[in-house]
Structures are given as C-alpha cells and as structure tokens.
C-alpha cells in the first residue's frame, strides 16, 4: 500500500504522506488540507480527495 500521494499547490506537485494529514476542509472545488507542519490549498473537491485516500487510514 502507498503511504503518499501528490498534490498539485501553487503550481507545483508536493509529495504529502497519509501520515502527515490532520484534517481537510473543502469549500466548492477546493479542499484545504492541513498537515502536521502546512496548509496547502488544493483544486480538488473533498469527494475526490476522500475516493483517493486509503479507507483504512482515513473513515
């Protein structure tokens, strides 16, 4: 299983591991995820981003 995925912000793909998120907050086609040391503003609705993340990770 994957520990990571990529995530497009400010023009340029950042490497983001399932660990390191602490929660997401989506507003209309942005979702805004906050990790342990970040924020990134994403193009990417919550729908989408919660398909791509690991179920056994995320519920």
């Known amino acids: 299983m994957k520990?990571?995925?990529f995530i497009k912000t400010d023009?340029?793909?950042v490497r983001l591991c399932f660990s390191e998120?602490?929660?997401a907050e989506g507003?209309?086609?942005y979702t805004k995820i906050f990790s342990e040391t970040k924020q990134y503003?994403?193009?990417i609705t919550m729908k989408r981003l919660e398909?791509?993340?690991p179920t056994s990770l995320f519920t």
């Open 27 to 29: 507003s209309r086609n």
């Open 3 to 5: 520990k990571y995925f």
């Open 51 to 53: 398909q791509s993340l």
């Open 21 to 23: 998120i602490l929660y």
């Open 11 to 13: 023009g340029k793909y």
């Open 41 to 43: 503003l994403v193009l």
